[in-house]
């Protein structure tokens, strides 16, 4: 008696189901993704064998070239302290110009001439050295930056904004102290330095 043939059949699997899946996991992590800013001046910064991940909720100082720029998250949070510092040192900033500031990730111009490189384009900002937000005793600004973008904080998201510092490891150690002084001021004496990874010994 002959045996029984079953008919073979190929083996087909439906891959449209994982290929959504993958195109929306794409689209979740390109939407949410942060880009790095490019920094205003090169900073070396020290390394680290501690990880710990930078909050969203946090204003970054830098420091490099003996120069201070100053940084904030939230651009709800970086137009009220644009408004807030305008009207301690009577500037007044048109729509136009808060709507620039808000997309800046971090700035180093006095706020005398913070009108006019709002108004440069993005090339010629690009292109400009900023000299820097002044730090000493007669033109201490950076402490009005830094003092108005935590009271927009609590005002606009109830949180207390974090302060890290973006040091550069070979930057001479009074600028550091400067800023460190600055905060310390207004009795800020929790803030983190931002380092980069390095092996542990």
């Known amino acids: 008696m002959p045996r029984a043939q079953i008919k073979r059949k190929s083996t087909a699997i439906d891959?449209?189901?994982?290929?959504?899946m993958a195109f929306l996991l794409l689209t979740f992590f390109i939407l949410t993704s942060k880009f790095k800013t490019e920094d205003l001046v090169p900073v070396d910064i020290p390394g680290s064998s501690?990880?710990?991940?930078l909050p969203d909720d946090v204003a970054i100082i830098t420091v490099g070239q003996n120069k201070v720029f100053f940084g904030m998250?939230?651009?709800?949070?970086r137009r009220q302290t644009l408004e807030s510092v305008g009207q301690k040192y009577n500037v007044t900033f048109t729509p136009e110009e808060k709507a620039v500031f808000e997309t800046l990730p971090s700035f180093g111009v006095p706020i005398q001439s913070l009108?006019?490189?709002?108004?440069?384009?993005p090339d010629q900002r690009k292109e400009l050295k900023q000299p820097g937000i002044p730090t000493d005793s007669v033109s201490n600004e950076l402490f009005n930056w830094v003092r108005e973008a935590r009271v927009s904080?609590?005002?606009l998201v109830n949180k207390e904004l974090r302060i890290s510092i973006k040091g550069d490891s070979k930057e001479e150690y009074p600028v550091i102290k400067k800023v460190i002084d600055i905060l310390q001021k207004q009795k800020v004496n929790k803030f983190s330095l931002i380092t980069s990874l390095r092996a542990a010994n």
């Open 15 to 20: 891959m449209t189901a994982m290929c959504d």
């Open 50 to 53: 501690v990880t710990i991940k």
């Open 73 to 77: 998250e939230g651009e709800a949070i």
């Open 115 to 121: 009108k006019q490189f709002l108004d440069m384009s």
């Open 153 to 155: 904080a609590k005002l």
